[in-house]
């Protein structure tokens, strides 16, 4: 895309808009803090990428001290490979003779690569692509309570995990969960429960992988976990602060909008729309919030307009051509609609990054 | 995107998901029919860009008798202007020094270039920018109901056409409106008294532009209308279906998604998550219907998976590894998603075009 991507030094007030800019003041003391967290803990620390998908802050994110990375998929994986990563863990049933090939290359590769399996249909899968010259690690995905993937019993992980070690090409690498919110008791009981089956079947069980950025500060509350996951917490939105695990002085990233229409008293039209703040409400009722102006509300999204209800907003709002700060609702879907991300310190660009792994969905 | 993107050749079933597909022989009858109405309705026809984003459909939709394109902003129409297109129509208020800078240098190489203004703001900014030497043609926007953009009443749109008439670098072009859904006597009521007025001050009127999918076929019943833009009629979606505006055998998009897990008998998860759907409900409660499987419900996204309740499905589902088909709610935003969109006739892939204007949002 030819666009005229500002220089470091510009100030932010003469970006062109929509851009979302990370603050990267926040962005360091975010890493900082779940890392020294973790260390607390005695946890290791497994950031998921998908939040900022750009390799130098997945860098900035190992030099603190996380063990690997987290990615979902194969290309995602591929991409941060690329960039020298050496342990990686893909937290998706891989399928299909195109994607184990390329996990295949991918393995041949990387130092430490693993990923999850909840299904017998996986393992088999998985089994026939792998020998014993460049073994692949699986870890079992149990369901704790999120209700997405994941095998619903202990009985079922370690059934699997059998399956998995009689696999010549495969090793058992431990379990995996990606709880519901709050869920750290369920967690806990589905690990040891697992742990105590698997122990009575003489296997081992190195790695206990937990996850969610929700969770974060509560990953003390799952003793059995080696290890846990995180992504949205390297920038945090809307979301995170709603559910308590950050304030608003933690919010790295903001999407700035310049006002593009007044059409009538009670409204403004701002020039991102769901091609820049996508439309994830994630339980809220409206689009994100727009930094001084309470009670002005987004209430709907076209692909190019925010129409904003200034209705209950004493504040009087931007003129036309103005411009404002939102903090949107969840900030790892904002990331994959832009080429390049902006970066800045105290309102002056420090950088501008390619978002390595815009669109990886395969 | 290092991605295995499909020969031509290759069967469906083949490509890698997930992926938003293109019937071929769906979207030349889209086209063909939008054109034939208009045609017979005596309207121009100018085809919104938004949907597809590639310079070869729209080279279809021009080939078939469109006036021109229709973009949302100005990094869109350079991509099309680019490819060649000459008649371009920008409707959206272009505000500040550095759009201005490229909206100028635009208007120099594209024969037909217009854009639109619903206010003094915007009609300064550009006014400022361009010269008698090369002027700019601008329509004002009007509010004919929809309540995004757009003055608010006929006496107002004069006024702004005034202004726009008066500016030595700007030439009035007319009148633009995005009604509501079945705003059509709204648009008629609106366009006819800003006509009148504006023959009393003796300023003609050339284009009277409404717009959108919805209402494409009741065009008819806008007479002081001139042009009628739509984007969605290219593919349709779900949204298109319950709108009246076309039949499921008018779906030229669907989203090829593979059963990555069967947690429990009541849930399957697929590998389309809002990465490859959105998060559009677009006031549907779930995201997509899956073709064939009547019942089963996409009640949750997360990035790269979609969960399926099964609840009330009486067909079996498909099993793990196996593929389904998924009718999004709105297909433009899953365009914006993807590098590349696979077209196929009868099931076997045609071509993969680039997905050119992807990311537009300046």
């Known amino acids: 895309m030819n666009y005229p991507w500002p220089e470091p030094g510009t100030p932010l007030h003469q970006v062109a808009t929509p851009m979302p800019v990370i603050n990267e003041d926040r962005l360091s003391a975010n890493i900082a803090r779940a890392q020294a967290y973790c260390d607390k803990n005695g946890k290791h620390f497994r950031p998921h990428i998908k939040t900022h998908k750009i390799a130098s802050v997945a860098r900035q994110q190992v030099e603190a001290g996380a063990v690997g990375l987290n990615c979902q998929k194969v290309t995602e994986a591929e991409v941060f490979a690329d960039a020298g990563f050496d342990d990686i863990l893909i937290t998706y049933n891989i399928l299909g003779s195109v994607k184990l090939a390329r996990l295949k290359a991918l393995n041949a590769r990387v130092a430490k690569l693993a990923v999850v399996a909840d299904s017998d249909v996986t393992v088999a899968g998985l089994a026939a692509t792998f020998d014993t010259d460049r073994p692949l690690t699986v870890l079992v995905e149990c369901d704790s309570g999120a ?108 999407v700035l909008a310049t006002v593009v229409s007044r059409p009538a008293p009670d409204r403004a039209v701002l020039d991102c729309g769901s091609k820049a703040l996508t439309s994830d409400l994630l339980g809220f009722s ?60 105290d309102g002056v660009v420090t950088r501008v990054e390619k978002v390595d792994a815009r669109g990886t969905v395969w």
Chains 1, 2 share one sequence.
Do not use: W
């Open 147 to 254: 209700k997405r993937c994941g095998v619903q019993t202990p009985e079922a992980a370690v059934a699997l995990a059998e399956s998995i070690a009689a696999a010549p090409g495969l090793r058992f690498g431990g379990i995996m969960t990606y709880p519901a919110i709050g869920g750290a008791e369920q967690v806990e009981a589905f690990m040891t429960r697992t742990m105590a089956l698997l122990s009575e079947k003489g296997i081992e069980c190195p790695v206990r992988s937990s996850g969610g950025s929700p969770d974060l500060f509560a990953a003390h509350l799952v003793p059995s976990a080696t290890e846990h996951r995180a992504g949205t917490y390297v920038y945090n939105d809307r979301s995170m602060v709603r559910a308590g695990h950050c304030t608003a002085d933690d919010l790295a990233m903001h």
């Open 286 to 345: 409206d689009y994100g919030t727009i930094d001084g102006f309470d009670g002005a509300r987004i209430v709907s999204l076209s692909e190019e307009h925010a129409v904003v209800d200034l209705t209950d907003c004493a504040t009087p709002f931007r003129e036309i051509g103005e411009m404002v700060r939102i903090v949107p609702n969840h900030t790892c879907v904002v990331t994959n609609l832009f080429d390049r991300m902006v970066f800045h310190r």
